[in-house]
């Protein structure tokens, strides 16, 4: 028994006993900038829709196929003008595209009807499975005021 302990306990005082005192990691240098500095990455330029500060605008395509009704994220008035901005997140073209804008207009609300779908002669084309956002522009018959906005995809 004690012969074991021993073949144990002798390799573990070698190893401890190697090296040449220095414990620092790496090169051993000492930072050059307080470790507790923030550190900023530069922004990324990904181009146009890829993301909600930076949509991409879009024109319905009355040729568009296979249109339905799609839900839509955000709209919101324009300031020079009776019309509403809309935003949604969709796939890419040709395999998502606005065919056409739909619009309501009473006393009380708008309702907008956004209809999506492909473009047309498109066959057997591989889109990839990724949101851009989108923003088309969609005029009012007068502007906005307190009417209230209806998804009519909802």
């Given amino acids: 028994m004690r012969r074991v302990v021993l073949s144990l306990v002798i390799p573990a005082l070698l190893v401890v006993g190697c090296g040449d005192g220095d414990t620092s990691v790496g090169t051993g240098t000492t930072p050059t900038v307080d470790p507790d500095t923030p550190i900023e990455s530069p922004p990324v330029d990904d181009g146009p829709g890829d993301d909600a500060g930076d949509p991409t605008r879009v024109e319905p395509d009355p040729g568009a196929v296979g249109v339905r009704p799609y839900a839509f994220d ?3 008035p324009v300031d020079d003008g009776p019309a509403l901005l809309v935003r949604y997140w969709a796939g890419v073209a040709p395999c998502s595209v606005v065919g056409a804008v739909e619009v309501e207009e009473t006393d009380q609300r708008v309702v907008v009807t956004l209809m999506v779908g492909s473009a047309t002669n498109t066959g057997d084309v591989a889109c ?3 949101a ?9 018959d007068r502007p906005l005021g307190d009417r209230e906005i209806v998804d009519g995809a909802k």
């Fill in 128 to 130: 990839i499975e990724i």
């Fill in 74 to 76: 955000s709209a919101v």
């Fill in 132 to 140: 851009q956002l989108y923003e088309t522009q969609v005029a009012l």
